[in-house]
């Protein structure tokens, strides 16, 4: 009769697997909660699947967790800012902004107007209306203003900007097929690596607010609690597996 082997070193493996997987949602954790207060803000989240591992050792396999990010979709409070150059999208789609390194898109519509006059993000990468930066010449205004205090530039539902009944031209809003595969690259923006836009339709353009980030703290702070007490059980477990292990080797001497 074949006897029973053990391997201790299986134990051990799940443990630091689970260890890995705490430590992915520890880091998605903290950049939410860093995030809290980042307009239009979309939060991410971890799923969890099992994988059957092709090999270990010379033989057999086993199943093992990874971790599969996607992104919080969920429509984020509107802040009533009373700023003529904020601008919310409400529904489906992201603004597009010229950055020194291509097209990038956000959800956050805090914009404001720089030195040339062009209608840009708080980093100063200029917002894209009709394919280009736009550009606010004071003399389409009524004596030559482009403030908005008396509301002379103004933005339809469609995203449509006009100053004075002259149109502007209309936001360049898009949408892609999979919203998990957009890359953050900080700065509160996003890239679409290997995807191409779709126009988006189902949406409207609120002017004077902001969508505020959607990420909700509380439930944030219990995960980050959840994970911490995990982990110091994994740690145990970690321990109790390595005295296992010494006493298995001095009994095999």
Do not use: C
């Not at 092709?54 to 409070?77: H, S």
């Not at 950055?99 to 209608?119: E, S, V």
């Amino acid at each position: 009769m074949r006897g029973i082997h053990i391997n201790p070193q299986l134990g051990l493996l799940e443990a630091l697997e689970a260890a890995q997987l705490l430590d992915r949602r520890l880091t998605v954790t903290t950049n939410n909660l860093a995030n809290v207060d980042t307009p239009g803000y979309k939060e991410d989240r971890l799923s969890f699947q099992e994988v059957l591992m092709k090999k270990i050792g010379p033989k057999g396999k086993r199943a093992f967790k990874e971790t599969v990010p996607y992104l919080n979709k969920e429509q984020g409070i509107l802040e009533h800012t009373q700023n003529p150059l904020h601008f919310a999208i409400v529904g489906e789609g992201f603004f597009k902004v010229q950055t020194p390194n291509g097209i990038a898109y956000t959800r956050a519509g805090n914009f404001t107007i720089d030195t040339q006059r062009r209608l840009v993000t708080p980093e100063g990468y200029p917002v894209l209306v009709n394919g280009t930066p736009l550009v606010v010449d004071p003399g389409m205004a009524r004596g030559g203003l482009i403030t908005m205090e008396d509301y002379r530039l103004q933005v339809s539902p469609d995203g449509v900007l006009s100053i004075d009944g002259t149109e502007l031209g209309r936001f360049d809003v898009v949408t892609f097929q999979d919203l998990n595969k957009l890359k953050k690259i900080g700065e509160n923006l996003y890239i679409a690596e290997g995807m191409e836009e779709i126009p988006a339709t189902n949406y409207e353009i609120r002017q004077g607010f902001i969508e505020k980030s959607n990420v909700n703290p509380i439930r944030e702070m219990v995960s980050l609690i959840e994970i911490q007490r995990t982990f110091q059980s994994v740690q145990k477990v970690i321990q109790g597996w390595d005295e296992a292990t010494e006493k298995l080797l001095g009994l095999n001497r």
